[in-house]
Antibody, heavy 126, light 107 residues
């Protein structure tokens, strides 16, 4: 069974870069859409973006151009960089695996998240 | 962006009661609507995929229905372990989005 584990600093200063890595074990990263999702304390889920095994990526426009999501298939890891952080970026950050369903070789364009990491709290504060 | 609006925001329910949570999309999303359960201090867990498809290991009291813009998660006969916040999620259009969540508590 695939497992995901987030890692990175728990405290980042304002205006600096938040960098997180998600390590995938028990399965290959060479497929699926690898995703970052965050949850501010006491609030709901916000989708940040994804990267595919072929390095296609997309991020939520609400984060403007502050987000980079990349994949390292040799290490079975994918990463999130969020630049110019402010206190509003304080959240629990989750990595998740995006999966689609295929029937007779035709795959849906709609993905769902079947495996999640435990989440890591990142606080933005000086 | 496709906005998902869940109702209610909060529901207090007696054990064995039926729970119904709705999720309304700002535009038609076909069947690309999924449901997750998040228990306190845990990661979300997939409950239902593609509106109504069941997930292995998820109790059969959880079911989903709907189409177009209106979707429903039903919990038949609520159990104490079902205390959680429930989120709908659409992936039919980018950016993918979540509903604001519905918190279910035991009365």
């Amino acid at each position: 069974q695939v497992q995901l584990q987030e890692s990175g600093p728990g405290l980042v200063k304002p205006s600096e870069t938040l960098s997180l890595t998600c390590t995938v074990s028990g399965g290959s990263i060479s497929s699926y859409y690898w995703t970052w999702i965050r949850q501010p304390p006491g609030k709901g889920l916000e989708w940040i973006g994804y990267v595919s095994y072929s390095e296609t990526s997309y991020h939520n426009p609400s984060l403007k151009s502050r987000v980079t999501i990349s994949v390292d298939t040799s290490m079975n890891q994918f990463s999130l960089d969020l630049i110019s952080v402010t206190a509003s970026d304080t959240a629990v950050y989750y990595c998740a695996r995006g999966v689609t369903s295929c029937t007779h070789g035709v795959c849906s364009r709609a993905y769902y998240f079947d495996s999640w990491g435990q989440g890591t709290l990142v606080t933005v504060s000086s | 962006e496709i906005v998902l609006t869940q109702s209610p925001d909060f529901q207090s329910v007696t054990p064995k009661e039926k729970v119904t949570i709705t999720c309304r999309a700002s535009q038609s999303i076909g069947s690309g609507l999924h449901w997750y359960q998040q228990k306190p201090d845990q990661s979300p867990k997939l409950l239902i995929k593609y509106t109504s498809q069941s997930i292995s290991g998820v109790p059969s009291r959880f079911s989903g229905s709907g189409s177009g813009t209106d979707f429903t998660l039903t919990i038949n006969s609520l159990e104490a372990e079902d205390v959680a916040t429930y989120y709908c999620h659409q992936s039919s259009g980018l950016p993918w989005t979540f509903g604001q969540g519905t918190k279910v508590e035991i009365k």
